[in-house]
Structures are given as structure tokens and as C-alpha cells.
């Protein structure tokens, strides 16, 4: 079994900056993916930014620029630097772990960007 547990939500104004977490636990071992997905209100579950062991990136188009994922292995932990903050990046921010075929989840914090 694994736990993601996430902090560093929060509000901020536009143009502000954040800084996400996530800590994994229980039974972590072999290669992985981890990451960061959001989810709007009304809207589908959607990519922000993905990072493996050997520390490749994905992102998505609307992040990049703005947003840098890195994680350290040693402690199983993956952040997300959040700047230039947007009112449209306002999501519940998820954590994710791939290994294989199976994704585990956090979750979720919060994350709010007012005009």
C-alpha cells in the first residue's frame, strides 16, 4: 500500500507564487513516475506536470514556463514551484505515483488565485 500526502495549498493573488508538496510512503520500491494533476470545478481531471526517477519532465502547454516539478528520490518526495499564478490554475491539485499499470493518489489540496 502507498499514502501520498500533499501540503501547500493555499490563496494567493495573481502573479503570486506557490509551492506544492507530496510525500509518499509505504511500500515504495522499483521505478516511478510522480507528479501533479488539477481538477476544476466541472471540468475533468487534467495533467499539470510529471517527473520520473532519472528526472524527466512532461508538462502541460499552460504550466510550462510558470511551473517546475523535481522531486528527490531518497525521500520520495516531489514538489511543484508554482509562479506566475493564474485565476485559471485555481484546481484541487492532485499528487500522483505511477508504477506499472497501478496510480495511486492523494488527496488533493487546494489551490486558489484571486484577480
Known amino acids: 500500500q502507498v499514502q501520498l500526502v500533499e501540503s501547500g495549498g493555499g490563496l494567493v493573488q495573481a502573479g503570486g507564487s506557490l509551492r506544492l508538496s507530496c510525500a509518499a510512503s509505504g511500500s515504495i520500491f522499483g521505478i516511478y513516475r510522480m507528479g501533479w494533476y488539477r481538477q476544476a470545478p466541472g471540468r475533468q481531471r487534467e495533467l499539470v506536470a510529471t517527473?520520473?526517477?532519472?528526472?524527466?519532465?512532461i508538462a502541460a502547454d499552460s504550466v510550462k514556463g510558470r511551473f517546475t516539478i523535481s522531486r528527490e528520490n531518497a525521500k520520495n518526495t516531489v514538489w511543484l514551484e508554482m509562479n506566475s499564478l493564474k485565476p485559471e490554475d485555481t484546481a484541487v491539485y492532485y499528487c500522483m505515483m505511477r508504477r506499472g499499470l497501478t496510480d495511486y493518489w492523494g488527496q488533493g489540496t487546494q489551490v486558489t488565485v484571486s484577480s
Open positions: 517527473i520520473s526517477s532519472g528526472g524527466d519532465t
